[in-house]
């Protein structure tokens, strides 16, 4: 079965200013497709690939490659991963999340910094990330189509820091992004969720 392009959990346009209609129009309908679109190209020339899920794919190519498979299928769980993590109405973590929040960062605020500077100080094209790792949160980022997938790590967050990801709204301001989406963008009810360990099955699709 082949990949899909996943719908937007929400309207292109409910983010206002902060995400235009335009930018999902160009990220989702374009760029995130054509991950999709080649993924499906490259496991169809190859039998041994057809019939594996999309972590599968991403922790088998990881090591064994093919490369140009691991970048396809690493951004679409990626930027499947990165829209569940996006809210148009703002949010505050609460609960555990709060707690762990606190206990490693100090505040929510010591957090969203810590991200900010992961995310503007990542050379070139990648994601910003937080993780859960021993029953902590880490802040760390990836390069170009990596994924936390592929590290065994726990994913809670991901922050998409390619310039088609902010250049229509932001043009080449990356930190006015990173400020934008983690102060008021983030799906805090779905980075709590992801405290079970299932963040990865939640952006995976079946093969």
Excluded: C
């Excluded at 309908?29 to 057809?50: F, T």
């Amino acid at each position: 079965m082949a990949f899909e392009l996943p719908p937007l959990p929400y309207a292109k346009d409910a983010f206002g200013d902060l995400i235009s209609a335009e930018t999902f129009d160009y990220h989702h309908g374009k760029h995130h497709n054509a991950y999709v679109v080649k993924a499906n190209e490259l496991i169809a020339a190859d039998p041994a690939l057809q019939g594996k899920s999309l972590t599968d794919l991403i922790k088998q190519t990881a090591t064994a490659g093919p490369k140009g498979l691991f970048n396809q299928v690493g951004q679409i769980w990626n930027h499947s991963f990165y829209w569940l993590g996006l809210s148009p109405e703002k949010q505050e973590p609460t609960g555990e999340l709060l707690n762990l929040i606190n206990e490693g960062f100090g505040s929510v605020d010591a957090l969203l910094e810590k991200l900010k500077a992961e995310a503007v100080g990542h050379f070139a094209s990648g994601w910003a990330a937080l993780n859960l790792k021993d029953g902590k949160l880490e802040v760390t980022s990836y390069h170009d189509a990596d994924t936390p997938i592929a590290h065994d790590a726990t994913p809670l967050f991901i922050l998409d820091v390619w310039e088609h990801a902010y250049y229509v709204d932001y043009r080449n301001a990356r930190p006015n992004y990173a400020d934008a989406i983690l102060k008021n963008a983030v799906n805090w009810e779905f980075v709590a969720q992801n405290l079970d360990g299932k963040g990865a099955e939640r952006a995976n699709q079946p093969g």
